[in-house]
């Protein structure tokens, strides 16, 4: 999950029943995460 609504919203996220429904939240830089995600897979 990633793009503005993260970046506003979830940035101060505590709790963490989100992640039942997704695997990753990116913040900020882009396809930074992205690419990050999909090594880290």
């Known amino acids: ?4 609504y993260c970046n506003t919203e979830l940035r101060r996220l505590s709790d963490p ?3 039942n429904f997704i695997d990753f939240i990116t ?6 995460p992205l690419l990050k995600i999909t090594r880290f897979s």
């Open 1 to 4: 999950m990633g793009g503005g």
């Open 17 to 19: 029943r989100i992640f």
């Open 27 to 32: 913040l900020d830089d882009g396809e930074g």
